[in-house]
């Protein structure tokens, strides 16, 4: 039995066929792995950010219109996803340091603070992996301050398109934040 290209799994992949995205996960997995391990320090965290690669490859895939290689494609993705997650890294060391330089013992307004900002960052990765048109309507709403009238006209759909794709954006955003709930206690 010969192997499918890529191409012909990507064209199965975008009709939801679950076996041809298992075939291109066992196919590239490696090599998104050895991306990630290369630059992070942690194997966990990169074997993390190949799922996420993954998931999102999955969200998209009725949209992906390859310019490159699948390959090629993948990767950069993973590149993306390992500067993301530096620069928070890298953020998150900042803010520890300057806290223990500058506050004292008995200041939690920067514990606070961070576990605000570490919030905040999670809800960017959730937004991040929203259906297109979800989340396009979601920041359109909610980082721009459109009403649902401009989003609208922006995005040339109906009024009532903008509603349901706002309302799906919500309700995806609660679910995947309810297990943060111990946050909103301070």
């Known amino acids: 039995m010969q192997e499918l290209s890529d191409?012909?799994?990507?064209?199965?992949?975008?009709?939801?066929?679950?076996?041809?995205?298992?075939?291109?996960?066992?196919?590239?997995?490696?090599?998104?792995?050895?991306?990630?391990?290369?630059?992070?320090?942690?194997?966990?965290?990169?074997?993390?950010?190949?799922q996420d690669v993954f998931s999102d490859f999955w969200d998209r895939r009725h949209s992906i219109e390859l310019t490159s290689s699948l390959p090629a494609y993948l990767a950069v993705a993973m590149k993306y996803r390992v500067i993301n997650l530096q620069a928070r890294q890298k953020r998150a060391r900042a803010y520890t340091a300057y806290a223990r330089e500058n506050l004292s013992p008995e200041d939690h307004s920067t514990e606070q603070w961070l576990s605000f900002e570490e919030l905040k960052d999670q809800l960017s990765n959730l937004v991040a992996r929203l259906p297109?048109?979800?989340?396009?309507?979601?920041?359109?709403?909610?980082?721009?301050?459109?009403?649902?009238?401009?989003?609208?006209?922006?995005?040339?759909?109906?009024?009532?398109?903008?509603?349901?794709?706002?309302?799906?954006?919500?309700?995806?955003?609660?679910?995947?934040?309810?297990?943060?709930?111990?946050?909103?206690?301070?």
């Not at 298992?22 to 993390?48: G, I």
């Not at 297109?132 to 006209?153: P, V």
């Open 7 to 50: 191409i012909q799994l990507l064209h199965q992949l975008q009709e939801g066929n679950e076996s041809a995205f298992t075939t291109l996960y066992k196919r590239y997995w490696k090599l998104l792995f050895s991306v990630a391990a290369n630059k992070l320090d942690n194997l966990a965290d990169a074997e993390e950010l190949v």
């Open 132 to 186: 297109d048109r979800c989340r396009l309507t979601y920041q359109l709403s909610r980082e721009q301050g459109l009403s649902q009238k401009e989003i609208a006209r922006q995005m040339d759909i109906s009024e009532k398109a903008v509603e349901h794709n706002l309302s799906r954006a919500i309700k995806s955003l609660k679910t995947a934040l309810k297990h943060l709930s111990s946050f909103f206690s301070f």
